[in-house]
């Protein structure tokens, strides 16, 4: 084989283990989950405070 053919190896070799580590990523790291929507949180907007009196300090 001519140093062209090694080439052309090395380059098939390259995007081969690129789209495997692709896919192993992918398999690893799945999408972040969305934010949740509607949901009230301690300290947020109409929060009445500690009880329904507003928490005293």
Known sequence: ???TGWL???V???LFAGI???VLWKMVLPAPKAPPRGETVAGARGFIGL???GGGR
Do not use: E, P, Q, R
């Open 20 to 22: 495997v580590a692709f």
């Open 8 to 10: 052309h190896l090395g």
């Open 51 to 53: 009880w329904f009196g």
């Open 12 to 14: 098939l070799l390259l």
């Open 1 to 3: 084989m001519d140093s």
